[in-house]
């Protein structure tokens, strides 16, 4: 078991390019997400899904985009990269139900925007 | 709205004993806790449901006081290992069961 992966591990974009982080988990999940880490603000929820083809809004999506066709793949798109999205982005796998199943993170993605 | 976490930092010494609070202004469904090493994936250490119960294992355990909207994490005894960010998120009593809200983290800082 691979768990929940995640590439590149490290990218620098130039303000403006575009570019899709990767995440794959193999636990057959149905719920995956994304975050974002920023120092001394926690996590923070970007866009989640509960099941291939169906995907919502987090706290801060703006500037991004999702999308879910296969229980394994969840890819977050940055169509016009801005120096604000200078983060760590962390994706997320579960049980459908939060309320009872943890969360189980990928290594991250360190994404620098010049 | 984010939970609020206290103390921001502590520093123990080995064997020392600490608490994490985590607390909301809306009435709270459940209270998930994470430790994220520096560098590394948050790791889930338990869950805590409304109801007031307690949960533990090993020498971390927590609680929920309802009447509060408060969490608290209880590490006795630390060791070397605890070290890292604490991490509580949130599920607000009658908002979605597939969004937490995590606090800004605590972090942890055991010393021989």
């Known amino acids: 078991n691979a768990g929940v992966t995640q590439t590149p591990k490290f990218q620098v974009l130039k303000t403006g390019q575009s570019m899709t982080l990767q995440c794959a988990q193999d636990?057959?999940?149905?719920?995956m997400s994304w975050y974002r880490q920023d120092p001394g603000m926690g996590l923070r929820l970007i866009h989640y899904s509960v099941g291939a083809g169906i995907t919502d809004q987090g706290e801060v999506p703006n500037g991004y985009n999702v999308s879910r066709s296969t229980t394994e793949d969840f890819p977050l798109r940055l169509l016009s990269a801005a120096p604000s999205q200078t983060s760590v982005y962390f994706c997320?796998?579960?049980?459908?139900?939060?309320?009872?199943?943890?969360?189980?993170f990928g290594p991250g993605t360190r994404l620098t925007v010049t | 709205q984010q939970p609020v976490q206290s103390p921001q930092a502590v520093i123990l010494r080995e064997g020392e004993d600490a608490v994490i609070n985590c607390s909301s202004s809306?009435?709270?469904?459940?209270v998930h806790w994470y430790r994220q090493k520096h560098g590394e994936a948050p790791v889930f250490l338990m869950i805590l449901l409304k109801g007031g119960e307690q949960k533990g294992h090993d020498k971390i355990s927590a609680s929920f006081n309802e009447k509060k909207q408060q969490s608290s994490l209880y590490l006795t005894a630390s060791q070397l290992s605890y070290s890292g960010t604490y991490f509580c998120g949130t599920e607000i009593y009658g908002g979605s069961n597939y969004k937490l809200t995590f606090g800004k983290g605590t972090l942890l800082t055991v010393n021989p």
């Open positions: 636990m057959n999940h149905e719920y």
């Open positions: 997320a796998s579960s049980y459908t139900d939060l309320t009872s199943y943890e969360q189980y």
């Open positions: 809306k009435a709270l469904y459940s």
